[in-house]
Nanobody, 125 residues
């Protein structure tokens, strides 16, 4: 069992940057592959980025590739999402998620077993 708490959301101007954090507790953080998802009002929750247990492998949705960076610090039990060149249509609640996997990244939403409560990101035009 692991508990996740997101932070770092807020209001940012289009073209700006924001760094989200997800702090884990209650279990061995390094045992979990981690991911970020987002959900805009009236839309489905969509995959954004994923990182393997060790941090050695990452994967990104095509829409954010080249602009977003996912990383993790297992000593601090925290996963990060650095978001650059933000667009207004990326306004959403951003969620971090955890899933048990021996190696590599988790790309499917259903394979994540633990979720944070989300943090609101608003990108103004």
């Amino acid at each position: 069992q692991v508990q996740l708490v997101e932070s770092g959301g807020g209001l940012v101007q289009a073209g700006g940057s924001l760094r989200l954090s997800c702090a884990a507790s209650g279990s061995t953080f390094s045992s979990y592959a981690m991911g970020w998802f987002r959900q805009a009002p009236g839309k489905e929750r969509e995959f954004v980025a994923a990182v393997s247990r060790s941090g050695g492998s990452t994967y990104y949705a095509d829409s954010v590739k080249g602009r977003f960076t996912i990383s993790r610090d297992n000593a601090k039990k925290t996963v990060y999402l650095q978001m650059n060149s933000l667009k207004p249509d990326e306004t959403a609640v951003y969620y971090c998620a955890a899933g048990l996997k021996t190696y590599n990244v988790i790309l499917d939403r259903d394979e994540y077993t633990n979720w944070g409560q989300g943090t609101q990101v608003t990108v103004s035009s």
